[in-house]
């Protein structure tokens, strides 16, 4: 059975920065095309950023220049490491495949404040 399990946030000041983690199991993560999400308060959850298992990124565009997803495929763990962190950016953080294949984790909360 896949599982997820996001870790790394927590509370920081605008303009900071914080690395995300996804460990998982289950998946065959060679081969997955990873990706981040997140949901903030009273909206959908909405897609941050992708990598192919050949290392091709994609990102929002609310986030382009400022996050990074990176991933440690023999571990079987995602990164997300965010940078110049905006207020806008608090929401829970989640990893699934890019089109949710899997029962989601528990995420990972971040919150940024001005």
């Known amino acids: 059975q896949a599982r997820l399990r996001e870790s790394g946030g927590g509370l920081v000041q605008a303009g900071g920065s914080l690395r995300l983690s996804c460990v998982t199991a289950?998946?065959?993560?060679?081969?997955?095309?990873m990706a981040w999400f997140r949901q903030a308060p009273g909206k959908e959850r909405e897609l941050v950023a992708s990598r192919t298992s050949s290392g091709i990124t994609n990102y929002a565009d609310f986030v382009k220049g400022r996050f990074t997803i990176s991933g440690d495929w023999p571990r079987a763990t995602l990164f997300l490491k965010m940078d110049s962190l905006e207020p806008e950016d608090t929401a829970v953080y989640y990893c699934n495949t890019l089109n949710r294949s899997y029962g989601w984790g528990q995420g990972t909360q971040v919150t940024v404040s001005s």
């Open positions: 289950g998946i065959n993560f060679k081969i997955a095309h």
